[in-house]
């Protein structure tokens, strides 16, 4: 599971109007460096209603060891998250590291899947070689 220091993750306002919560590994001038970023989206429902849902900050960026440098210059503020929005950050980690997980299974699964039927054909072709061991494979001819 996931060691989030709760005490570095920080609720962000960016110029572009994007809200981010993410965990502040480091402070520069010029740079945060952060981990485990999501992105707030608010959407509304035909009623009016409003819901609110973390997605990732960046696409692909899902690995809690992999991280980015957000300028500065595009902060427009820094707060710490109130404690229900942090828990629902805490959830939304948990899920996006167990589907993480379960993708690199289901891949490692489907490449092993792959490299048995490559070697199954490597074996199938091996055995239509000619007797005299060339590498030429029979292809039909179409006239």
């Known amino acids: 599971m996931s060691d989030i220091d709760y005490y570095e993750v920080k609720h962000l306002k960016l110029s572009t109007g994007e809200e981010v919560l993410a965990e502040i ?3 520069t001038d010029y740079d945060l460096v952060v ?5 707030l989206q608010t959407d509304i429902d035909n009623d009016r209603t409003r819901y609110h849902s ?3 900050f960046m696409t692909y960026q899902d ?5 980015s440098l957000i300028k500065t210059l595009h902060v427009v503020a820094i707060t ?4 229900a929005m942090l828990k629902q950050y805490q959830a939304s ?6 589907v993480r ?12 899947k792959i490299m048995k039927q490559m070697e199954d054909n ?3 072709n091996t055995d239509l070689r000619d007797s005299d061991g060339s590498n030429v494979l029979p292809f039909p001819t179409v006239h």
């Open 93 to 98: 980690i948990e899920e996006v590291e167990r």
């Open 25 to 27: 590994i480091e402070e």
């Open 80 to 83: 710490f998250p109130a404690p």
């Open 101 to 112: 997980v379960e993708m690199e299974e289901e891949t490692t699964e489907q490449l092993e």
């Open 122 to 124: 490597v074996r199938d």
């Open 35 to 39: 981990k485990r970023a999501l992105r």
């Open 63 to 67: 690995d809690p060891e992999i991280y």
């Open 54 to 56: 973390f997605r990732p």
